[in-house]
């Protein structure tokens, strides 16, 4: 089974200033890796993902994400945010094998953008 | 149009009540799926519904069903509600279940609470 860990609930940062948010998975097996944005009284969507290939991932919105396998990680990042990138943010893996009734979410990390 | 819907957005209910939450997907998906996501925000699957099989998370207790009068529609009936039962409920959808790049599609959410 495969797990994801969050490893901070909330980030506030200024706006204009980088943020990390860093994701940890588990898993006895090969993995892809997700992470959503769900914005204020909405859905969650897609923002970017891992299945193979280069391991720095670019996504919507100017986040990229990179894969670390031997740290088992794959922290979003993002160079400069805006106000509008305030939102919960989610890392989701699945095996390679598994459908995608198999995602697991981690447990979401609150980006707040101060002005 | 919004792709994936889901009524009610908010859902206040007696214990012991049955109560049901609709989701319709305008996208031409085959695969529906329902998401729980707790106070701690973890989010965790509970049904994918994919021509006509269904596939439960075997936590989710049979209090839950879900039926799908079309591909487009997957509902969420609630019987004897708990307290604990109080969460985001959320629908989402994918072109399929199996694919290796499947991306899901979620509705806004329906909070339910439980008095």
Redo the contacts between chains.
Sequence with gaps: AQSVTQLDSQVPVFEEAPVELRCNYSSSVSV?LFW?V?YP??????LL?Y?SGSTLVKGINGFEAEFNKSQTSFHLRKPSVHISDTA?Y?CAVRS?GG???K?V?G??TRLTINP | DTA?SQTPKYLVTQMGNDKSIKCEQNLGHD?M?WYKQDS??????MF?YNNKEL?INETVPNRFSPKSPDKAHLNLHINSLELGDSAVY?C?S?RN?????????????TQLSVL
Excluded at chain 1, 41 to 46: D, E
Excluded at chain 2, 40 to 45: G, M, N, Q, R, T
């Design positions: 892809y959503y769900q009284n909405q859905g969650l969507q897609l993902k299945l919960e989610f390679e459908g995608a009734q995602l979410f447990q979401g | 994936v695969t799926y701690k925000k973890f989010l965790k699957i994918s596939i959320f989402a994918s279940l199996g694919a290796t790049n499947e991306k899901l599609f979620f509705g806004s959410g």
